[in-house]
């Protein structure tokens, strides 16, 4: 999430379906109702299958620069805007507050695959702590 635009890159899935979660918040004096969005894309066409049991690898690759964001599940495009509305400023990867301990011990066992690319915005890359170890 970038709360300096209001702007969200993520995954949901149900264990049945997966679904790009591509939004700008509406927060006043960053966005308006003309400007907020909210896009739950599912990609029956790209190939990547799901179901209950199965473990994915999900990966939101921004490039601020060029204003564009790519959605990956185990290494496959699932879907991309390459005309986003406003260049991400500060992208916090994470969830509520009291997640925050078990975000912090992920990113520190994951901390080689979580980059900050200055030059062109962020890319993330979440793997399991033990991938992370392993590679």
């Known amino acids: 999430m970038d709360f300096a635009t209001g702007m969200i ?4 899935t149900t264990g049945k379906k997966m679904g790009a979660i591509y939004e700008r918040l509406l927060i006043p004096g960053v966005t308006d109702e003309k400007t907020a969005f909210t896009y739950l894309v599912e990609a029956p066409f790209s190939g990547i299958r799901t179901r209950p049991e199965m473990m994915h ?29 406003v260049a991400p400023k500060d992208i916090l990867v994470g969830w509520d507050s009291s997640h925050s301990s078990l ?15 200055p030059a062109s915005g962020r890319t993330s890359d979440t793997r399991s702590p033990e991938e992370a170890r392993s590679s």
Do not use: N
């Open 9 to 12: 890159f993520d995954f949901i």
């Open 57 to 85: 690898h999900y990966m939101v690759r921004i490039d601020a620069q060029k204003k564009r964001a790519e959605w990956i599940v185990d290494g496959k495009e699932f879907f991309k805007s390459e005309s986003l509305p």
């Open 103 to 117: 975000l912090t011990q992920r990113m520190e066992a994951c901390q080689s695959t979580v980059r900050a690319r």
